[in-house]
T-cell receptor
Framework: GENVEQHPSTLSVQEGDSAVIKCTYS??????FPWYKQELGKRPQLIID?????GEKKDQRIAVTLNKTAKHFSLHITETQPEDSAVYFC?????????FGQGTELSVKP | SQTIHQWPATLVQPVGSPLSLECTVE??????LYWYRQAAGRGLQLLFY??????ISSEVPQNLSASRPQDRQFILSSKKLLLSDSGFYLC?????????FGQGTRLTVV
């Protein structure tokens, strides 16, 4: 079945710097890749997603890239702010099944 | 708009007792439904998912079971809880984009 690996597990950046989180997936049939942000004590929230027929998608300060050949996708956050501090999850989906990576704890220091 | 209700928010149960967690979705029809468990250390482990009434896929063999008696209702059950069943249980639904989570149930087995 599908396996999603996410790196790094923790990431600390200075406010204003960029942050990059990378994920790889194993099942080439996966065709949808959402990203989630989970603040402490809250439920995960969808922040951006990309489908397999698109290579890149951007929404203000966040962007996601997908390399289907290499089976990896990445989240890019520019101009980071303290409120970006949270745990971020990538996921891969196909046929209704949605598998998550292990999460990255992002800390943005003022 | 769509909403998802999950209850209870917290639950303390003795070892060997039964469990029933309920999740309902409003504002959509024929959603995919999911149960995830998030143990300390933050990974989202897929337990069950359902693409339709009576269709349940189990991802992890364990003493939990799931049922979907109605289109927008998903129930997680156990006949006898183990200490290792403690964790944060999240119900989610999806249709065309990502998955949207309920508030979660924090289960402590004592």
């Amino acid at each position: 079945g599908e396996n999603v690996e996410q790196h790094p597990s923790t990431l600390s950046v200075q406010e204003g710097d960029s942050a990059v989180i990378k994920c790889t997936y194993s099942d080439s049939a996966s065709n949808y890749f959402p990203w989630y942000k989970q603040e402490l004590g809250k439920r995960p929230q969808l922040i951006i997603d990309i489908r397999s027929n698109v290579g890149e998608k951007k929404d203000q300060r966040i962007a996601v890239t997908l390399n289907k050949t290499a089976k990896h996708f990445s989240l890019h956050i520019t101009e980071t702010q303290p409120e970006d501090s949270a745990v971020y999850f990538c996921a891969a989906a196909q046929g209704g099944k949605l598998i998550f990576g292990q999460g990255t704890e992002l800390s943005v220091k003022p | 708009s769509q909403t998802i209700h999950q209850w209870p928010a917290t639950l303390v149960q003795p070892v060997g007792s039964p469990l029933s967690l309920e999740c309902t979705v409003e504002g959509t029809s024929n959603p995919n439904l999911y149960w995830y468990r998030q143990a300390a250390g933050r990974g989202l482990q897929l337990l069950f998912y359902s693409v339709g009434i009576g269709q349940i896929s189990s991802e992890v063999p364990q003493n939990l079971s799931a049922s979907r008696p109605q289109d927008r209702q998903f129930i997680l059950s156990s006949k006898k809880l183990l200490l290792s069943d403690s964790g944060f249980y999240l119900c989610a639904w999806s249709r065309t984009r990502g998955a949207f989570f309920g508030q979660g149930t924090r289960l402590t087995v004592v």
